[in-house]
Protein backbone atom coordinates (compact mmCIF):
# COMPACT_ATOMS: atom_id res chain seq x y z
CA UNK A 1 0.00 0.00 0.00
CA UNK A 2 1.46 3.66 -0.82
CA UNK A 3 0.85 6.21 1.52
CA UNK A 4 3.01 9.26 0.45
CA UNK A 5 5.76 9.83 -2.26
CA UNK A 6 8.26 12.94 -2.21
CA UNK A 7 10.93 13.72 -4.67
CA UNK A 8 13.17 16.86 -5.13
CA UNK A 9 16.01 17.97 -7.67
CA UNK A 10 14.62 15.68 -10.46
CA UNK A 11 13.59 17.39 -13.45
CA UNK A 12 11.11 19.67 -13.17
CA UNK A 13 11.13 19.55 -9.37
CA UNK A 14 12.99 22.20 -7.45
CA UNK A 15 11.63 22.23 -4.29
CA UNK A 16 10.56 19.41 -2.36
CA UNK A 17 6.86 18.38 -3.97
CA UNK A 18 4.96 15.46 -2.63
CA UNK A 19 1.47 13.61 -3.76
CA UNK A 20 -0.28 11.59 -0.75
CA UNK A 21 -2.80 8.84 -0.38
CA UNK A 22 -3.55 9.97 3.26
CA UNK A 23 -7.23 10.86 3.19
CA UNK A 24 -7.83 14.06 5.11
CA UNK A 25 -10.58 14.83 6.83
CA UNK A 26 -13.19 15.56 4.26
CA UNK A 27 -16.79 13.74 4.42
CA UNK A 28 -17.52 12.66 0.47
CA UNK A 29 -17.63 9.39 -0.53
CA UNK A 30 -16.13 7.52 2.30
CA UNK A 31 -17.62 4.34 2.10
CA UNK A 32 -16.13 3.95 -2.06
CA UNK A 33 -13.42 5.90 -2.47
CA UNK A 34 -11.02 5.45 0.87
CA UNK A 35 -10.28 1.82 3.24
CA UNK A 36 -8.71 1.39 6.38
CA UNK A 37 -5.18 0.58 7.09
CA UNK A 38 -3.83 -1.87 9.36
CA UNK A 39 -2.00 1.29 10.58
CA UNK A 40 -4.14 2.83 13.40
CA UNK A 41 -6.42 5.63 12.57
CA UNK A 42 -5.17 5.97 8.79
CA UNK A 43 -7.62 5.81 5.80
CA UNK A 44 -5.48 5.97 2.24
CA UNK A 45 -7.64 6.85 -0.93
CA UNK A 46 -7.78 4.29 -3.58
CA UNK A 47 -6.96 6.51 -6.17
CA UNK A 48 -5.75 9.76 -7.06
CA UNK A 49 -6.09 11.97 -10.39
CA UNK A 50 -3.19 14.30 -11.83
CA UNK A 51 -4.21 16.95 -14.19
CA UNK A 52 -2.16 19.94 -15.37
CA UNK A 53 -1.38 21.51 -18.87
CA UNK A 54 1.02 20.24 -21.57
CA UNK A 55 4.47 20.22 -19.84
CA UNK A 56 3.83 21.02 -16.37
CA UNK A 57 5.41 17.85 -15.48
CA UNK A 58 2.56 15.34 -14.60
CA UNK A 59 4.55 12.66 -16.59
CA UNK A 60 7.71 13.87 -14.32
CA UNK A 61 6.28 12.66 -11.20
CA UNK A 62 5.74 9.35 -12.51
CA UNK A 63 9.46 9.22 -14.44
CA UNK A 64 10.36 9.93 -10.81
CA UNK A 65 8.86 7.05 -9.03
CA UNK A 66 9.94 5.03 -12.04
CA UNK A 67 13.14 6.13 -11.14
CA UNK A 68 13.13 5.16 -7.77
CA UNK A 69 11.60 1.64 -8.67
CA UNK A 70 14.27 0.35 -11.11
CA UNK A 71 17.23 1.98 -8.49
CA UNK A 72 15.52 -0.15 -6.27
CA UNK A 73 15.59 -3.08 -7.66
CA UNK A 74 18.37 -2.94 -9.42
CA UNK A 75 21.31 -0.87 -8.18
CA UNK A 76 23.15 -3.63 -6.51
CA UNK A 77 23.20 -5.61 -9.21
CA UNK A 78 23.34 -3.92 -12.52
CA UNK A 79 26.00 -1.01 -11.62
CA UNK A 80 29.54 -1.62 -11.31
CA UNK A 81 32.24 0.58 -9.03
CA UNK A 82 32.39 3.76 -10.56
CA UNK A 83 29.37 3.30 -12.89
CA UNK A 84 27.24 6.71 -13.24
CA UNK A 85 23.76 6.54 -11.69
CA UNK A 86 20.94 7.95 -14.74
CA UNK A 87 19.46 10.59 -12.85
CA UNK A 88 18.61 13.66 -14.31
CA UNK A 89 18.96 16.95 -11.83
CA UNK A 90 16.51 20.15 -12.13
CA UNK A 91 18.56 22.39 -14.54
CA UNK A 92 17.34 25.71 -14.45
CA UNK A 93 18.85 26.88 -11.19
CA UNK A 94 22.38 27.12 -9.99
CA UNK A 95 21.02 26.93 -6.30
CA UNK A 96 20.14 22.75 -7.52
CA UNK A 97 23.83 22.67 -9.56
CA UNK A 98 25.83 20.59 -6.33
CA UNK A 99 22.66 19.51 -4.82
CA UNK A 100 21.75 15.80 -4.66
CA UNK A 101 18.25 14.36 -5.81
CA UNK A 102 15.88 13.43 -3.42
CA UNK A 103 13.65 10.51 -3.02
CA UNK A 104 10.98 9.37 -0.26
CA UNK A 105 8.55 6.45 -0.19
CA UNK A 106 6.15 5.90 2.99
CA UNK A 107 4.34 3.03 2.42
CA UNK A 108 2.66 -0.82 4.19
CA UNK A 109 4.33 -4.10 4.43
CA UNK A 110 2.89 -6.77 6.22
CA UNK A 111 0.90 -4.29 8.64
CA UNK A 112 3.79 -2.23 9.30
CA UNK A 113 4.51 1.55 7.65
CA UNK A 114 7.96 1.91 6.65
CA UNK A 115 9.83 5.19 5.69
CA UNK A 116 12.55 4.39 3.10
CA UNK A 117 14.62 7.36 1.15
CA UNK A 118 17.44 8.30 -0.37
CA UNK A 119 19.95 10.90 -2.19
CA UNK A 120 21.67 10.62 -5.42
CA UNK A 121 23.80 12.68 -7.80
CA UNK A 122 25.57 10.80 -11.00
CA UNK A 123 28.32 9.48 -8.83
CA UNK A 124 27.09 8.55 -5.45
CA UNK A 125 24.28 7.73 -3.25
CA UNK A 126 25.02 10.97 -0.67
CA UNK A 127 22.33 9.31 1.93
CA UNK A 128 20.02 6.61 2.74
CA UNK A 129 17.65 5.96 5.95
CA UNK A 130 14.92 3.65 7.04
CA UNK A 131 12.34 4.05 9.25
CA UNK A 132 9.33 1.56 10.66
CA UNK A 133 6.42 3.83 12.64
CA UNK A 134 4.90 1.72 15.51
CA UNK A 135 1.44 3.81 16.54
CA UNK A 136 2.89 7.35 16.23
CA UNK A 137 6.89 6.49 16.70
CA UNK A 138 9.44 6.01 14.09
CA UNK A 139 12.04 3.67 14.68
CA UNK A 140 15.69 4.15 12.95
CA UNK A 141 16.52 0.96 11.45
CA UNK A 142 19.62 2.41 9.55
CA UNK A 143 20.71 5.48 8.17
CA UNK A 144 23.41 5.99 5.98
CA UNK A 145 26.10 9.19 4.82
CA UNK A 146 28.10 8.28 1.62
CA UNK A 147 29.51 5.21 2.45
CA UNK A 148 29.37 5.53 7.04
CA UNK A 149 26.18 3.45 7.64
CA UNK A 150 24.49 3.55 11.34
CA UNK A 151 22.07 -0.12 12.12
CA UNK A 152 19.55 0.44 14.33
CA UNK A 153 18.70 -1.69 16.79
CA UNK A 154 15.68 -3.17 15.34
CA UNK A 155 17.64 -3.80 12.31
CA UNK A 156 19.17 -7.72 11.69
CA UNK A 157 22.68 -6.91 13.10
CA UNK A 158 24.18 -9.43 10.66
CA UNK A 159 23.70 -7.47 7.55
CA UNK A 160 26.66 -5.43 9.51
CA UNK A 161 28.70 -6.97 7.26
CA UNK A 162 27.15 -5.75 4.17
CA UNK A 163 28.14 -2.61 5.52
CA UNK A 164 31.84 -3.20 3.91
CA UNK A 165 30.55 -4.41 0.18
CA UNK A 166 27.95 -1.55 -0.63
CA UNK A 167 29.74 0.75 -3.44
CA UNK A 168 28.87 4.12 -3.54
CA UNK A 169 26.12 4.18 -6.29
CA UNK A 170 24.63 1.13 -4.58
CA UNK A 171 21.97 1.25 -2.59
CA UNK A 172 22.24 -1.07 1.14
CA UNK A 173 18.90 -1.63 1.22
CA UNK A 174 19.15 -3.51 -2.27
CA UNK A 175 22.46 -5.08 -1.21
CA UNK A 176 20.69 -6.41 2.20
CA UNK A 177 17.82 -8.04 -0.45
CA UNK A 178 20.36 -9.28 -2.75
CA UNK A 179 22.09 -11.40 0.56
CA UNK A 180 18.80 -12.69 1.32
CA UNK A 181 17.67 -10.42 4.16
CA UNK A 182 14.32 -11.05 4.92
CA UNK A 183 12.90 -7.68 5.61
CA UNK A 184 14.47 -6.02 2.82
CA UNK A 185 12.85 -8.37 0.31
CA UNK A 186 9.75 -7.99 2.05
CA UNK A 187 10.26 -4.05 1.34
CA UNK A 188 11.80 -4.35 -1.98
CA UNK A 189 8.64 -6.50 -3.15
CA UNK A 190 6.41 -3.83 -1.93
CA UNK A 191 8.11 -1.56 -4.51
CA UNK A 192 8.02 -3.86 -7.34
CA UNK A 193 4.98 -4.10 -6.94
CA UNK A 194 4.47 -0.44 -7.81
CA UNK A 195 3.40 -0.98 -12.05
CA UNK A 196 3.45 1.49 -14.70
CA UNK A 197 1.26 1.75 -18.14
CA UNK A 198 2.08 4.36 -21.29
CA UNK A 199 -1.46 5.32 -21.95
CA UNK A 200 0.06 5.91 -25.77
CA UNK A 201 2.78 2.85 -25.92
CA UNK A 202 0.76 -0.28 -24.96
CA UNK A 203 2.67 -3.14 -26.60
CA UNK A 204 4.28 -4.58 -23.39
CA UNK A 205 0.49 -4.66 -21.55
CA UNK A 206 -0.99 -5.88 -24.55
CA UNK A 207 1.61 -9.18 -24.60
CA UNK A 208 0.58 -9.55 -20.51
CA UNK A 209 -3.15 -9.44 -21.32
CA UNK A 210 -2.88 -12.03 -23.60
CA UNK A 211 -0.29 -14.23 -21.84
CA UNK A 212 -3.07 -14.15 -18.61
CA UNK A 213 -5.70 -15.47 -21.14
CA UNK A 214 -3.31 -18.91 -21.02
CA UNK A 215 -4.48 -19.50 -17.43
CA UNK A 216 -8.45 -20.64 -17.37
CA UNK A 217 -9.15 -18.25 -14.38
CA UNK A 218 -7.32 -15.19 -16.03
CA UNK A 219 -9.17 -15.47 -18.92
CA UNK A 220 -12.57 -15.90 -17.66
CA UNK A 221 -12.27 -12.77 -15.94
CA UNK A 222 -10.42 -10.39 -18.98
CA UNK A 223 -13.12 -11.95 -21.01
CA UNK A 224 -15.73 -10.62 -18.64
CA UNK A 225 -13.95 -7.93 -18.31
CA UNK A 226 -13.94 -7.15 -21.92
CA UNK A 227 -17.40 -8.23 -22.62
CA UNK A 228 -18.96 -5.34 -20.06
CA UNK A 229 -17.72 -2.41 -21.99
CA UNK A 230 -19.36 -3.24 -24.74
CA UNK A 231 -16.95 -2.96 -27.66
CA UNK A 232 -18.71 -5.27 -30.11
CA UNK A 233 -17.55 -8.75 -29.70
CA UNK A 234 -17.92 -11.12 -26.95
CA UNK A 235 -15.06 -13.16 -26.37
CA UNK A 236 -11.34 -12.74 -27.27
CA UNK A 237 -8.98 -15.10 -28.08
CA UNK A 238 -5.47 -16.13 -28.30
CA UNK A 239 -3.23 -18.79 -30.46
CA UNK A 240 -0.23 -19.13 -31.01
CA UNK A 241 1.16 -20.08 -34.84
CA UNK A 242 4.53 -20.78 -36.00
CA UNK A 243 6.75 -17.42 -37.72
CA UNK A 244 7.32 -19.48 -40.42
CA UNK A 245 3.46 -20.17 -41.45
CA UNK A 246 2.92 -16.23 -41.30
CA UNK A 247 5.97 -15.24 -43.58
CA UNK A 248 6.01 -17.97 -46.04
CA UNK A 249 2.43 -15.83 -47.32
CA UNK A 250 5.06 -12.49 -47.40
CA UNK A 251 7.47 -11.00 -49.58
CA UNK A 252 10.61 -11.40 -46.97
CA UNK A 253 14.04 -12.04 -48.60
CA UNK A 254 14.56 -16.10 -47.84
CA UNK A 255 17.85 -15.15 -45.67
CA UNK A 256 15.71 -12.78 -43.62
CA UNK A 257 13.18 -14.86 -43.05
CA UNK A 258 15.37 -17.94 -41.97
CA UNK A 259 17.04 -14.85 -39.49
CA UNK A 260 13.19 -14.12 -37.96
CA UNK A 261 12.00 -17.85 -37.64
CA UNK A 262 14.96 -18.61 -35.56
CA UNK A 263 14.92 -15.72 -33.17
CA UNK A 264 11.07 -15.80 -32.73
CA UNK A 265 9.92 -19.44 -33.61
CA UNK A 266 6.49 -18.65 -32.47
CA UNK A 267 3.57 -15.63 -32.35
CA UNK A 268 0.68 -14.53 -30.79
CA UNK A 269 -2.22 -14.03 -32.62
CA UNK A 270 -5.22 -12.39 -30.69
CA UNK A 271 -8.25 -12.30 -31.88
CA UNK A 272 -11.99 -11.18 -31.07
CA UNK A 273 -15.17 -13.23 -31.80
CA UNK A 274 -18.06 -11.52 -33.46
CA UNK A 275 -21.54 -12.86 -34.38
CA UNK A 276 -22.87 -13.11 -37.92
CA UNK A 277 -26.28 -12.46 -38.51
CA UNK A 278 -28.58 -13.35 -41.13
CA UNK A 279 -31.63 -11.05 -42.27
CA UNK A 280 -33.78 -12.06 -39.41
CA UNK A 281 -31.35 -11.10 -37.01
CA UNK A 282 -31.00 -14.60 -36.32
CA UNK A 283 -27.33 -15.66 -35.45
CA UNK A 284 -26.07 -18.13 -38.10
CA UNK A 285 -22.44 -18.14 -37.79
CA UNK A 286 -19.03 -16.31 -36.07
CA UNK A 287 -16.28 -14.53 -37.37
CA UNK A 288 -12.85 -13.88 -36.02
CA UNK A 289 -11.02 -10.28 -36.77
CA UNK A 290 -7.58 -9.69 -35.87
CA UNK A 291 -7.30 -7.31 -32.75
CA UNK A 292 -4.12 -5.71 -33.94
CA UNK A 293 -5.46 -5.03 -37.74
CA UNK A 294 -9.33 -4.92 -37.89
CA UNK A 295 -10.22 -3.76 -33.91
CA UNK A 296 -10.17 0.22 -33.21
CA UNK A 297 -7.36 1.50 -31.11
CA UNK A 298 -9.43 2.22 -28.46
CA UNK A 299 -10.43 -1.59 -28.44
CA UNK A 300 -6.88 -2.16 -28.58
CA UNK A 301 -5.90 0.15 -25.49
CA UNK A 302 -8.46 -1.78 -23.42
CA UNK A 303 -7.29 -4.85 -24.15
CA UNK A 304 -3.96 -3.79 -23.25
CA UNK A 305 -5.28 -2.54 -19.95
CA UNK A 306 -7.61 -5.56 -19.13
CA UNK A 307 -4.93 -7.58 -18.04
CA UNK A 308 -2.82 -4.82 -15.43
CA UNK A 309 -5.95 -3.87 -14.20
CA UNK A 310 -7.33 -7.81 -12.97
CA UNK A 311 -3.78 -8.44 -11.79
CA UNK A 312 -3.76 -4.96 -9.29
CA UNK A 313 -7.80 -5.72 -8.29
CA UNK A 314 -6.69 -9.01 -7.66
CA UNK A 315 -3.81 -8.98 -6.18
CA UNK A 316 -4.08 -5.50 -3.94
CA UNK A 317 -1.39 -3.69 -5.84
CA UNK A 318 -0.36 -0.31 -7.29
CA UNK A 319 -1.19 0.70 -11.10
CA UNK A 320 0.17 3.93 -12.67
CA UNK A 321 -1.13 4.73 -15.98
CA UNK A 322 0.21 8.00 -17.82
CA UNK A 323 -1.94 9.43 -20.84
CA UNK A 324 -4.90 7.37 -19.36
CA UNK A 325 -7.26 8.43 -21.25
CA UNK A 326 -5.86 8.75 -24.57
CA UNK A 327 -7.63 6.54 -27.18
CA UNK A 328 -10.58 5.44 -25.02
CA UNK A 329 -13.83 7.02 -24.62
CA UNK A 330 -14.45 8.75 -21.35
CA UNK A 331 -17.39 6.43 -20.50
CA UNK A 332 -14.84 3.33 -20.16
CA UNK A 333 -12.61 5.32 -18.77
CA UNK A 334 -15.01 6.24 -15.80
CA UNK A 335 -15.70 2.25 -15.51
CA UNK A 336 -12.55 1.93 -14.76
CA UNK A 337 -12.05 4.51 -11.80
CA UNK A 338 -14.78 2.95 -11.00
CA UNK A 339 -13.26 -0.09 -10.07
CA UNK A 340 -10.93 1.66 -8.09
CA UNK A 341 -13.20 3.35 -6.23
CA UNK A 342 -15.66 0.87 -4.96
CA UNK A 343 -16.00 -1.20 -2.01
CA UNK A 344 -17.12 -3.98 -3.77
CA UNK A 345 -14.97 -4.09 -7.14
CA UNK A 346 -11.73 -3.56 -5.10
CA UNK A 347 -11.80 -5.65 -2.33
CA UNK A 348 -7.73 -5.47 -1.90
CA UNK A 349 -7.82 -2.09 -1.59
CA UNK A 350 -6.29 -1.90 -4.81
CA UNK A 351 -4.64 1.78 -5.74
CA UNK A 352 -4.54 3.46 -8.85
CA UNK A 353 -2.80 6.72 -9.98
CA UNK A 354 -4.05 8.15 -13.57
CA UNK A 355 -2.89 11.61 -15.17
CA UNK A 356 -5.41 12.66 -17.78
CA UNK A 357 -6.69 16.05 -19.85
CA UNK A 358 -10.03 14.84 -19.67
CA UNK A 359 -11.79 17.39 -17.28
CA UNK A 360 -15.33 15.71 -17.09
CA UNK A 361 -13.76 13.13 -14.95
CA UNK A 362 -14.15 16.11 -11.70
CA UNK A 363 -17.34 17.32 -13.13
CA UNK A 364 -19.35 17.61 -10.20
CA UNK A 365 -22.25 15.29 -11.74
CA UNK A 366 -19.87 12.15 -12.32
CA UNK A 367 -19.53 11.97 -8.20
CA UNK A 368 -15.88 9.93 -9.02
CA UNK A 369 -13.19 11.66 -6.42
CA UNK A 370 -12.90 13.56 -3.44
CA UNK A 371 -11.16 16.88 -3.49
CA UNK A 372 -7.83 15.37 -1.75
CA UNK A 373 -7.75 12.60 -4.68
CA UNK A 374 -7.56 15.15 -7.50
CA UNK A 375 -4.14 17.19 -7.54
CA UNK A 376 -3.03 19.34 -10.11
CA UNK A 377 0.62 19.83 -11.78
CA UNK A 378 1.63 23.57 -12.31
CA UNK A 379 5.22 24.93 -13.88
CA UNK A 380 5.81 28.22 -13.02
CA UNK A 381 7.55 30.82 -15.22
CA UNK A 382 10.86 29.37 -13.43
CA UNK A 383 10.53 25.87 -14.89
CA UNK A 384 9.71 24.30 -11.57
CA UNK A 385 6.78 22.14 -10.88
CA UNK A 386 4.47 21.89 -8.13
CA UNK A 387 1.62 19.93 -7.38
CA UNK A 388 -1.29 20.64 -5.11
CA UNK A 389 -4.42 18.97 -4.45
CA UNK A 390 -7.86 20.61 -4.51
CA UNK A 391 -8.22 20.02 -1.05
CA UNK A 392 -4.46 21.51 -0.17
CA UNK A 393 -5.73 24.82 -2.45
CA UNK A 394 -8.84 24.65 0.28
CA UNK A 395 -11.26 24.85 -2.98
CA UNK A 396 -14.88 24.78 -1.71
CA UNK A 397 -16.95 21.49 -2.10
CA UNK A 398 -19.50 23.25 -3.73
CA UNK A 399 -17.09 24.84 -6.48
CA UNK A 400 -17.48 24.42 -10.01
CA UNK A 401 -14.03 22.55 -10.59
CA UNK A 402 -14.19 21.55 -14.18
CA UNK A 403 -15.25 24.91 -14.60
CA UNK A 404 -12.73 26.45 -13.06
CA UNK A 405 -9.93 24.06 -13.68
CA UNK A 406 -10.54 25.24 -17.77
CA UNK A 407 -10.66 28.75 -16.75
CA UNK A 408 -6.80 28.40 -15.13
CA UNK A 409 -7.64 28.75 -11.73
CA UNK A 410 -6.07 25.56 -10.32
CA UNK A 411 -2.88 25.98 -12.92
CA UNK A 412 -0.63 28.75 -13.22
CA UNK A 413 0.75 27.23 -16.74
CA UNK A 414 -2.71 27.37 -17.43
CA UNK A 415 -3.18 31.20 -16.33
CA UNK A 416 -0.25 32.41 -17.63
CA UNK A 417 -1.64 31.11 -21.03
CA UNK A 418 -5.07 32.49 -20.61
CA UNK A 419 -3.83 35.77 -20.43
CA UNK A 420 -3.64 35.91 -24.43
CA UNK A 421 -6.81 33.88 -24.77
CA UNK A 422 -5.55 32.78 -28.31
CA UNK A 423 -2.23 31.20 -29.97
CA UNK A 424 -0.07 33.41 -31.86
CA UNK A 425 1.31 32.15 -35.65
CA UNK A 426 2.81 34.83 -37.55
CA UNK A 427 4.32 33.73 -40.88
Request: charged residues 25%; contains cysteine.
Amino acid sequence: MLVKFSVRNFLSFKETTSISFVATSLSEYRNDNLFQSPINDLSLLKSIVVYGFNSSGKSNLFKAIGFVKGFILNSSKDSISGEEIMVERFKLSTETVDEPSFFEIQFIDNGHKYRYGFEVNTERVCSEFLYYQKKTKEFLLFERRLQNIELGKKFDLENEKLMQITRENALFLSVCAQFNDTLSNSLIQSIREINFISGIDDLGSTDYTAKMLGDRKFHLMVNNLLQSANLGFNEIRVRKVSTEEILMKSDFPKELRKILIKNNPENVIISTKHLIYDKNKEIVGEEYFDLNSEESLGTRKFFALAGPLIDTLTNGTVLIIDEFDSRLHPVLCKAIIKLFNSADKNPYNAQLIIASHNSSFINSTNKLFRRDQVFIAGKSKFGITRLESLFDKKVRKDASFEKDYLAGKYDETTIELSISNQLNLDF
